[in-house]
């Protein structure tokens, strides 16, 4: 069981980068997803997050109207659309998935609690 992040890179204010995460060993039809991100010095944080039945998203306040989250669950793969990008989106990006939260879970709920399985970070460096 094993999610590989991908799509990270070093984009100017305003860009846009669309990272990967594709899952082997397991399909994500009946898990929750979410990235989640760690800045420097800084605690990881929950950046969105949704349910297995997609019936509640989540996203940070910091996030909201310029990230979006989805999933192909034919490809095995979840993705983070950003764009609209800032300095402050500088962070180790993370995957995750579980299938032990119900799948009516609340988005929230997800983001701010534990995940089963974690993909390695892919790096994402908002800069001029």
């Known amino acids: 069981v094993q999610l590989q992040a991908s799509g990270g890179g070093l984009v100017q204010p305003g860009g846009s980068l669309r990272l990967s995460c594709a899952a082997s060993?397991?399909?994500?039809?009946?898990?929750?997803i979410g990235w989640f991100r760690q800045a420097p010095g800084k605690e990881r944080e929950g950046v969105s997050c949704i349910n297995s039945s997609g019936s509640s998203t989540y996203y940070a306040d910091s996030v909201k109207g310029r990230f979006t989250i989805s999933k192909d669950n034919a490809k095995h793969t979840m993705y983070l659309q950003m764009s609209s990008l800032k300095p402050e989106d500088t962070a180790v990006y993370y995957c995750?998935?579980?299938?032990?939260?119900?799948?009516?879970?609340?988005?929230?709920?997800?983001?701010?609690?534990?995940?089963?399985?974690w993909g390695k970070g892919t790096l994402v460096t908002v800069s001029s």
């Open positions: 995750a998935a579980d299938r032990r939260v119900d799948p009516d879970s609340s988005g929230s709920y997800i983001c701010h609690g534990g995940m089963h399985y």
């Open positions: 060993g397991f399909t994500l039809d009946d898990y929750a």
